[in-house]
């Protein structure tokens, strides 16, 4: 009878692992979410503080076209900034996912080959138990 329950109480423990390990996983990507956000609104008030201090505005129309230049590496600044703060969080996000994958799978792997090693002698006797039962038929026939 412990034989015929064992699966299913690996299954549960498996959903007990993988429930676990889902919240964990779940807490460590928001973290990483939260953290990038928060660096790249602290990189973005300050490049945007940056530039609008006194030192990009035109005065005098005279000073319009360098003013117009300033802004425009600001601008080409921050695009580039931004850019490069998404990819970065993708990659970080990817890998994070990549590993907590990992970690799933090989969680899975274990509970699978404990249960096919509880399967498999079971189904050996049931063949031996099948062909016994066969044989005897046949030689009651």
Do not use: W
């Not at 779940?26 to 973005?44: T, V």
């Not at 005098?60 to 230049?69: G, K, M």
Request: proline letters at 2%; aromatic letters at 4%; one cysteine or more.
């Amino acid at each position: 009878m412990n034989q015929q329950l064992a699966p299913l109480f690996q299954g549960i423990e498996l959903s007990s692992k993988l429930r676990a390990l889902a919240l964990a996983n779940f807490e460590e990507l928001m973290s990483l979410e939260f953290d990038h956000a928060d660096e790249f609104i602290k990189r973005g008030s300050r490049q945007l503080r940056d530039a609008c201090s006194d030192r990009s505005i035109a005065h005098e129309t005279s000073d319009l076209p360098d003013a117009l230049q300033s802004m425009m590496h600001v601008f080409i600044g921050l695009t580039r900034d931004t850019i490069l703060a998404v990819t970065d969080y993708q990659v970080a996000k990817l890998r994070l996912a990549q590993i907590q994958a990992s970690e799933a799978q090989k969680e899975i792997s274990a509970v699978f080959n404990q249960h096919l090693a509880l399967i498999q002698p079971a189904e050996a006797g049931e063949n031996r138990i099948g062909k016994s039962t066969v044989h005897s038929q046949k030689l009651a026939a």
